[in-house]
């Protein structure tokens, strides 16, 4: 796969959402299995959600279920991430990885990522 390139990142009022687009190229897109991790200042790449090929199975992490959502279409090589009553913890440069096959929790298990979009959360 050609490298994810994520957009939609901004700065939101806390309790506010934001949506996510990372987009994609190529006939394999299908195939991949997707994931949105993040990064805040001082601290490592943490996974957000993933999701399986066909969008059969999604997995949130404890602090955004409920308020994130991930979904995929393959028609058009795209996946969301839909960031509903964000917080002040929140605040984070947000990435689009893909990894082929089936979906992992773990950073390093992902060979395709895109340079992020930064999530800003005011008071």
């Known amino acids: 796969q050609e490298r994810p390139v994520e957009s939609g990142g901004g700065l939101v009022q806390a309790g506010g959402s934001l949506k996510l687009s990372c987009a994609t190229s190529?006939?394999?897109?299908?195939?991949?299995?997707m994931a949105w991790f993040r990064r805040a200042p001082g601290k490592g790449r943490e996974i957000v959600a993933h999701?399986?090929?066909?969008?059969?199975?999604?997995y949130y992490t404890d602090s955004v279920k409920g308020r994130f959502t991930i979904s995929r279409d393959n028609t058009k090589n795209t996946v969301t991430l839909q960031m509903n009553n964000l917080q002040p913890e929140d605040p984070a440069v947000y990435y689009c990885a893909s990894r082929r096959d089936t979906p992992s929790r773990v950073a390093r298990g992902y060979g395709n990522w895109g340079q992020g979009t930064q999530v800003t959360v005011s008071a």
């Open positions: 190529g006939r394999a897109f299908a195939n991949y299995a």
């Open positions: 999701i399986s090929w066909n969008g059969g199975s999604t």
